[in-house]
Nanobody, 126 residues
Framework: QAQLVESGGGSVQAGGSLRLSCAAS????????MGWFRQGPGKEREGVAA???????SYADSVKGRFTISKDNAENTLYLQMNSLKPEDTAMYYC????????????????????WGRGTQVTVSS
């Protein structure tokens, strides 16, 4: 059964770093658009970063210069390196794949993303 499983979340102080991983199984998701989304307390889910089949990346303005999305095609794994974390980065982070797109990943149209993991919690304290 195709699934996405996130790991690497935890608690960290402001200014710290975390690396999230998303292990994909049952489908070669790295052929498609893959991305990270997050939902903070009392907030709507928002797109954080995306990467297409060819490695082109896009980021939400709030994380540009601090977060880096990458993937390992051989391991069918997606990563999110998060540096200079801020309390406002506190959220449940979700891995997702858009099996309908190889390029032109759209972080703002969540309806396109048809495969989701269950999430990993990131908590940043001040």
């Amino acid at each position: 059964q195709a699934q996405l499983v996130e790991s690497g979340g935890g608690s960290v102080q402001a200014g710290g770093s975390l690396r999230l991983s998303c292990a994909a199984s049952g489908n070669t998701y790295t052929r498609y658009c893959m991305g990270w989304f997050r939902q903070g307390p009392g907030k709507e889910r928002e797109g954080v970063a995306a990467i297409d089949r060819y490695g082109y990346t896009s980021y939400a303005d709030s994380v540009k210069g601090r977060f880096t999305i990458s993937k390992d095609n051989a391991e069918n794994t997606l990563y999110l390196q998060m540096n200079s974390l801020k309390p406002e980065d506190t959220a449940m982070y979700y891995c997702a794949a858009d099996s309908g797109r190889w390029v032109g990943c759209d972080l703002y149209e969540q309806g396109y993303w048809d495969h989701w993991g269950r999430g990993t919690q990131v908590t940043v304290s001040s």
